[in-house]
């Protein structure tokens, strides 16, 4: 079904993602915190039409779907200039990882009982939470093909519906149905951040080759 898609934050997972709806026909409106930067304009130059390129505020209040793409520690700060009246009752779609780069990989914010998905759920709690995609290279999240064969892709979140409107924008992207797997409520976000720590260690030791978790089931 064709959507608004407000993606928030405009880097490399913003655009990818933003790239990828475009492909899948929705509407997409890119939110950055400085839409003039040159870079910005050329993704707007060479996108198709349905694309267009705007403050954060703006993207959120498009999209009847959002997308977080902003650096882990900054999507709360991100959230609240997108301010509370454009995100109330939607689905966000939450890809970011919170923490920081260092010599043993990936040192994560927020651990064990905690995840910045459920951070950002408990304070915008009429956001309806989804957190799928962070568990891959940005390169395989819209085009799982580029990784052959059979691979997953988890989701989680406490709104059925929300859920669901993710899982189809998954399709849109040619995720398998089987192999798209529900973990449950946002608590299981808590699991999938804490993957980040050991993507990061694979990535070095498979030196950047592409790569995704296959989930073989008897
Ligand atoms: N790259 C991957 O393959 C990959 C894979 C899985 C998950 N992720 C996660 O996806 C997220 C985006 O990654 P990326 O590779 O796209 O990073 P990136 O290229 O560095 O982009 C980060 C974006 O976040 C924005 N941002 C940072 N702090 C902000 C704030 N306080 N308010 C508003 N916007 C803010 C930046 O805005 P400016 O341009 O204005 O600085 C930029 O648009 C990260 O959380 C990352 O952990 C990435």
Not at 93 to 114: K, M, P
Not at 137 to 166: L, W, Y
Request: glycine share 10%; charged share 30%; hydrophobic share 45%.
């Amino acid at each position: 079904m064709w959507m608004r898609i407000g993606i928030i934050g405009s880097g490399n997972v913003g655009r990818t993602i933003a790239d990828g709806a475009l492909r899948a026909g929705h509407d997409v409106r890119l939110g950055a915190r400085m839409p003039e930067k040159p870079e910005l304009r050329d993704w707007l130059e060479q996108a198709s039409e349905a694309a267009s390129l705007s403050e954060i505020e703006g993207a959120a209040e498009f999209g009847e779907l959002l997308v977080n793409a902003t650096t882990g520690d900054g999507s709360l700060e991100a959230l609240r200039e997108a301010g509370e009246e454009n995100l109330d009752g939607k689905a966000l779609l939450d890809i970011a990882n919170a923490g920081t780069s260092n010599e043993h990989g990936f040192e994560l914010t927020y651990v064990n009982d905690d995840s910045l998905a459920e951070r950002i759920q408990s304070e915008f709690p009429d956001l309806r939470v989804v957190k799928a995609l962070n568990t891959m290279h940005r390169e395989v999240m819209a085009a799982p093909e580029k990784v052959p064969g059979d691979h997953t892709v988890f989701i989680c979140g406490n709104d059925d519906e929300a859920k669901s409107q993710v899982r189809e924008l998954l399709g849109d992207f040619r995720w398998k149905d089987e192999n798209v797997i529900d973990l449950g409520d946002l608590t299981a976000a808590r699991a999938l951040e804490m993957f980040v720590p050991l993507w990061v260690r694979l990535y070095s030791a498979l030196d950047g080759q592409l790569f995704n978790i296959a989930v073989v089931r008897a």
